[in-house]
């Protein structure tokens, strides 16, 4: 094993040894500083603030879409935007937290995610909010590998484990629980309400990191960072995205559509032959020698996949095909919230005792059974129903957020276990970006198949090609494009041509999503318990 030293952020001059003794102040009773259970108090806070953000704008989308003019592509993005630039800069962050500390990246994230999550609540164009979305995920991505950096190096190697687990958590229940405060937040103030509530959590978060988070740094930190690579990647996910996004408009054979796929394809090449001569890559792929540890990112981006693109599409069916209110909304998903709270300690519990593998793949099967049963959800189907899809898929996630960490961080070496911890996070929120692209890109062209057809059929006055184009994007969210003084007749034959139509897209896009968890099934397989018990290197003994 490599051997680490801490350093006090508060005396960068005194150096302990990081492997087994505990140093004298992280002794018991010796104030917040350090202590680790404030730490992880400390940390969830804002971890939570960053996870929460991943899904409580999902419900608010209708209401920025009608507010603010989007169109369904823009609104993708105000999700995807946030997604890519998480993801994209979390390796990235990770190691500057490597370089600088992860107590000065942690609480500069602190302070950039709460300031952005401002700025777009007073933002009046989508431009704006995109941008500062941006912006989010950019500072997120400091968060999220300086908090699991900071408990790595303050729980001993015992509690860990243990430490992880409630930590996982709160990130399960931070993103099931965003829709429903969205639902309150949107209901009974305003879309905007959505972002301000993180400033004042994020004023906590920094105060409680100011008093109890304390520096730690390894020895054989790094001392440079891969621009080029850095350069690669997040150009190879931007086309990649970018041409998944537009394909629905262009056309999935048009030669712009396959442009940015090639150029994708391309910059990925590039990204992995540049790793393999850079003296300190972004992505070592040395780590991928390890198949549970690629199983284990590649199950990360396939969950991710189906449950973020699934629930993409559920808030706009709950709110414009049954006429739920934002709140009404919120609450039809408590029993996927609420699985996922009491799942997740059940699941960390069973994957302690019995390892991942087993409760990764049952977890990854229950959720290819809920997005198969919501499938086959119509206009008419009742709350009862929803709510048992819902339940399954909040219990077939829980094992799959909590066993992360373990998986891939555990079969990771000593010295690339901080890269890991990034990777896991980046696989995540890559696979929640592919999700509303990919899935986006399904609804997208069955709505456009479809639409003319169903629209004939109800002997509607026939549209232009723009003006069917423009009738596609408003039923692509499941609303019902019924101009002011329709008459009611007509109006109600509009109304379900247009839910019809979007509950044929939803279908498949689910369908899709029960067949990427399918095959998650058999890449959970390949996991396995990771033997690098001592991840938690000289933290006290509690």
Request: some cysteine; glycine content about 12%.
């Amino acid at each position: 094993m490599t051997s680490q030293t801490t350093v006090d952020a508060t005396g960068p001059g005194d150096k302990t040894s990081g492997t087994s003794a505990a140093p004298p102040d992280h002794a018991p009773g010796r104030g917040l500083r350090g202590h680790p259970w404030f730490t992880l108090v400390s940390v969830a806070i804002g971890v939570m603030m960053v996870a929460l953000d991943g899904t409580i704008v999902a419900i608010a989308n209708p209401a920025i879409a009608k507010d603010l003019g989007a169109s369904f592509a823009d609104v993708q993005w105000i999700t995807n935007a946030y997604f890519l630039a998480l993801a994209v800069t979390l390796i990235t962050a990770g190691k500057l937290g490597d370089r600088f500390g992860h107590r000065q990246t942690f609480l500069i994230g602190v302070i950039g995610f709460a300031a952005a999550s401002g700025a777009i609540g007073l933002s009046d164009s989508i431009a704006l909010v995109v941008t500062f979305r941006v912006f989010q995920g950019l500072f997120g991505a400091l968060l999220m590998p300086a908090a699991l950096g900071l408990l790595r190096a303050t729980f001993p190697a015992e509690k860990l484990n243990m430490a992880i687990g409630i930590w996982g958590m709160v990130i399960g229940a931070s993103t099931a629980g965003g829709p429903i405060l969205g639902g309150l937040l949107v209901q009974h103030v305003s879309w905007q309400s959505v972002f301000f509530v993180n400033v004042p959590v994020g004023a906590l978060a920094l105060v409680l990191g100011l008093l109890i988070l304390k520096d730690h740094r390894a020895d054989n930190a790094p001392r440079s960072f891969d621009l080029p690579g850095i350069a690669l990647l997040s150009g190879a996910m931007f086309c990649l995205v970018w041409a998944l996004i537009k394909a629905p408009a262009w056309g999935w054979g048009d030669g712009r559509t396959w442009l940015f796929i090639g150029a994708s394809v391309l910059g990925f090449a590039l990204f992995s032959f540049w790793e393999t001569k850079v003296r300190e890559p972004l992505i070592p792929l040395a780590l991928f020698r390890s198949l549970p540890l690629s199983a284990g990112v590649v199950l990360m981006v396939l969950m991710a996949i189906a449950f973020m693109g699934g629930l993409f599409f559920v808030t706009f069916y709950l709110q414009n095909v049954h006429g739920m209110s934002p709140v009404d909304a919120g609450l039809h998903l408590l029993p996927l919230t609420g699985m996922m709270i009491v799942g997740s300690p059940l699941a960390g519990a069973l994957i302690t005792k019995a390892g991942p593998r087993i409760p990764l793949a049952g977890g990854m099967l229950l959720t290819a059974v809920a997005m198969f049963g919501m499938s086959k959800l119509q206009a008419g189907t009742g709350s009862g129903v929803m709510s048992v899809w819902f339940a399954l898929l909040g219990l077939g996630l829980a094992p799959v957020m909590v066993g992360a960490t373990e998986v891939i961080v555990g079969n990771a070496p000593m010295e690339l276990s901080g890269v890991a911890g990034g990777l896991q996070q980046a696989a995540m929120q890559i696979g929640g970006s592919l999700g509303t692209a990919v899935l986006g890109a399904v609804m997208a062209s069955r709505v456009d198949a479809d639409l003319p057809g169903n629209w004939a059929a109800a002997k509607l006055p026939p549209l232009t090609p723009a003006q069917l184009d423009q009738v596609s994007q408003v039923v692509q969210q499941g609303a019902a494009p019924v101009p002011k003084g329709t008459p009611a007749p007509i109006a109600a034959k509009i109304a379900s041509v247009a839910h019809d139509t979007f509950i044929s897209g939803m279908s498949l896009a689910c369908l899709v999503a029960a067949g990427v968890a399918a095959v998650a099934v058999l890449v959970a397989l390949l996991t396995k318990r990771g033997e690098n018990a001592e991840a938690g290197a000289g933290a006290a003994h509690i």
